[in-house]
């Protein structure tokens, strides 16, 4: 029997903030994002909360890579932190989300990335058995992507996250129409960003955030 894929989330599951995510199969396993949260009002003395890699570290020789799917402090600012567990793997991510990367490692240990891949939005890469396709996603910073990861199992979406914003420029708006693609190829798992989906509305435009920045300054 072969050995099953495995979903891993490390942080970001119910809370804001700790994204990271391991997806393994057999000998090969990569992770998304490594990111911190900012401390609750409770946590008295701490500046800053980062994940549990305990188990990281158990499998730290069947990792490929770590994919980032954008530049936001709970998604990129614990990779500093784990420099040490994680040094030497391929990093994939946009030309923005790596040049935010690459200062705050810089910053904060002296390094460079290393080796490092750019992609763009319709790009795809392979990682052991794992075909990886980035897709445009619209956030509230430029330059984001969801991912859809070919397996042995079928294929699992993860939207990152991300909001549908028609005012957006064309070349930032979440392409529907490739998670539409996906869908009726079927979808094994789906990974979805929920935040804020229990309250009713639509997200703020960007455009109305540059508005009221207008008239402040």
């Not at 158990?58 to 890579?65: M, W």
């Not at 509230?140 to 993860?158: F, Q, R, Y």
Request: hydrophobic share 40%; glycine share 10%.
């Amino acid at each position: 029997m072969s050995s099953p894929v495995k979903v891993i989330p490390l942080g970001g599951v119910g809370e804001i903030g700790l994204n990271m995510m391991v997806i393994e199969h057999g000998d090969c396993a990569f992770l998304i994002d490594t990111g911190l949260m900012f401390p609750e009002d409770y946590m008295f003395g701490v500046d800053m909360v980062i994940p549990d890699i305990t188990y990281l570290r158990s499998i730290r020789e069947k990792l490929r890579a770590v994919i980032f799917t954008h530049g936001h402090e709970d998604h990129i600012g614990a990779y500093p932190f784990l420099w040490e567990d994680l040094a030497g793997l391929p990093v994939y991510g946009t030309a923005f989300t790596l040049g935010l990367l690459e200062q705050k490692l810089k910053e904060q240990k002296g390094h460079s990335l290393g080796e490092f891949y750019v992609v763009k939005p319709g790009d795809r890469v392979q990682i052991g058995p794992f075909g990886i396709e980035f897709i445009r996603v619209c956030h509230s910073i430029p330059d984001c992507v969801g991912l859809a990861i070919e397996t042995p199992e079928g294929i699992i979406v993860h939207s990152a996250d991300f909001k549908v914003e028609p005012s957006a420029p064309s070349y930032e708006r979440t392409d529907l129409g490739r998670f539409s693609e996906l869908g009726r190829r079927g979808v094994a798992l789906l990974l979805a960003d929920s935040t804020n989906a229990d309250r009713e509305g639509s997200s703020l435009s960007e455009l109305e955030v540059a508005r009221n920045l207008e008239e402040i300054i």
